[in-house]
């Protein structure tokens, strides 16, 4: 079940709602235990199988980590509890990998050394990849003593929680249970009048705009499936139009998940905060699927940063150290764990070279930003004209760098993106719609393009679609932002105020104006519930 769909929206959430307020009037007990079997019907509605599988993974990383928790109270050896820790690591990236991975892997043997293994499908449980993440943190926070005490409802309510179950937040156990712990389970409604206006902010960030985009962006990529060339124009709507789809895509749904918590009085953290105004790729990355970046960064990056650190203090050898480091430290300590980091990255999206392909590009873009970061600066007179220079510089490079990479992971293979890159450098020429191409031939410039199997009204039609989504991802305040005052999401107030270029005074208040307004794309969204819709993160 979606949250972009009829069941969800006029059956499952009303009565999973109702009931929780009045199950909270009598016991908050009895309300907090129908949110676990509420999400446990919520993630069997596509394929029972599903509970089972990812059931038995629960109680293993709960026995675990209540077995890493009695051996810290009775001041047992810790490598006792650090071989139950790499047990836990173990068997949940194995868990990831059997589901994810198998195909991949033996299919990359079979290419490489000419074997023949047989590429049996193996059913992927929904959401194994934000799942198996949310378990690993909970386990490396146990074993630290970051998570104290917990029962078996407060990790299953953790984990199951249906509103960030599929597709995130990634989220913590001590970020989440204290707003359990505290919630009076009542009716709120200043709370459900916040939360409801998320969810329709992020339903018509789904199914209008994301959905909109992929009506034309899917047909570019299905033209260089098919060995079709693509030229200038369909090759710049592939790559700037997906990265849009894909943004509009997982920010809704995050925007959602955020809006059905709030409705039951939890707050997720923030995920995204618009992106693609970022003047670098660091800047990106603060911004980009968030709640990701801090896992990566907490539990890879960081952990893999110290241990390089004290080895070569050990050597006697210098660490970071800003301006004054040496290239050595610079490659060992801050290029080799983002290049590492990057990789899990784009591992994690998907099981694919392309997505490890997409992840060590991110790499290296990240690398090469720290290294500027460190040169870069020395090179004007002042930071202010560094900053003036920059900001216009830096932003047009990291939109050009992200969308760029996007084709790859958008393209199912390398054959693909490789025809799209060529159609994004006119390699393939230019392709206009016939009056288009009749204008331009009356001025003499008939050379110039072809006729493409195209009307002028889809033309315009496309091109209006991928300015307007433009215009609204680099010039507009994000959701977040016109919401903030109302604290919507974990982190809102933290942020900067509104950002957009436009419209900064685009504040929502529960007022009547608004109320049409938000009612509006609201309707607007459920009228194009049922049509063509892709879910890009239901996989991960």
Request: with cysteine; glycine share 8%.
């Amino acid at each position: 079940m979606l949250f972009n769909s009829y069941e969800f929206i006029f059956v499952f959430l009303p009565v999973t709602f109702a009931l929780f307020v009045l199950l909270g009037r009598t016991s908050r007990n009895l309300a907090l235990g129908w949110l676990i079997v509420a999400s446990l019907v919520f993630y069997a509605w596509w394929r029972p199988v599903n509970v089972p599988i990812i059931g038995i993974s629960l109680l293993i990383n709960y026995s675990l980590a209540r077995a890493i928790q009695r051996l810290a109270a009775r001041d047992q050896p810790s490598r006792w509890r650090t071989a139950l820790l790499v047990i836990g690591l173990v068997f949940n990236v194995g868990f990831l990998g059997y589901f994810k991975y198998t195909t991949f892997v033996l299919s990359t043997v079979n290419d490489l050394a000419g074997t023949g293994f047989i590429l049996q499908h193996i059913i992927l449980p929904l959401g194994i990849s934000f799942i198996t993440f949310q378990k690993i943190a909970f386990l490396l926070d146990v074993h630290a003593g970051r998570v104290e005490s917990f029962s078996l409802r407060d990790y299953l309510l953790f984990v199951l929680f249906f509103p960030q179950l599929i597709a995130g937040p990634i989220v913590h156990y001590r970020e989440m249970m204290p707003q359990f712990h505290a919630n009076p389970c009542r009716f709120d409604r200043h709370g459900l009048v916040v939360g409801l206006t998320l969810l329709c902010f992020g339903l018509f960030k789904k199914v209008v705009l994301a959905d909109g985009m992929a009506a034309y962006v899917t047909p570019v990529y299905d033209l260089a499936v098919g060995g079709g060339r693509v030229s200038l124009f369909p090759g710049w709507l592939a790559a700037v139009g997906f990265s849009l789809q894909l943004y509009f895509d997982f920010s809704g749904y995050s925007d959602m998940a955020g809006g059905l918590a709030r409705c039951f009085g939890v707050r997720l953290p923030l995920n995204f905060y618009s992106p693609f105004q970022a003047s670098s790729i660091i800047d990106f990355w603060s911004r980009w699927h968030i709640t990701l970046t801090r896992f990566l960064t907490a539990y890879l990056y960081n952990p893999l940063l110290l241990w390089l650190t004290r080895r070569r203090y050990a050597r006697g050898l210098g660490g970071l150290m800003g301006h004054h480091s040496s290239p050595g430290a610079f490659l060992q300590l801050l290029a080799g764990p983002t290049l590492l980091t990057m990789f899990v990255s784009g591992l994690w999206h998907g099981a694919g070279y392309l997505f490890i392909l997409w992840g060590l590009l991110h790499g290296l873009y990240l690398t090469i930003n720290h290294a500027w970061r460190l040169v870069g600066p020395k090179l004007w007179s002042s930071k202010e004209a560094y900053a003036r220079f920059m900001q216009p510089v830096g932003f047009a490079l990291t939109f050009l760098a992200v969308v760029g990479a996007m084709v790859l992971f958008r393209s199912p293979n390398l054959q693909v993106a490789m025809n799209v890159y060529r159609g994004m450098l006119g390699i393939h020429g230019i392709e206009l719609p016939p009056a288009v191409v009749t204008m331009l031939a009356a001025h003499g410039l008939a050379h110039v393009a072809t006729v493409a199997v195209m009307s002028t009204k889809t033309f315009l039609q496309q091109e209006f679609w991928l300015l307007a989504l433009l215009f609204i991802a680099l010039m507009l305040p994000n959701t977040i932002q016109i919401m903030a005052q109302h604290d919507p999401v974990l982190g809102a107030k933290e942020r900067p105020a509104n950002t957009g270029l436009v419209l900064h005074s685009l504040v929502w208040n529960p007022t009547l104006p608004w109320a049409i307004g938000v009612a509006l794309l609201a309707a607007a969204a459920v009228m194009r519930i049922g049509g063509p819709s892709e879910f890009l993160y239901w996989q991960f």
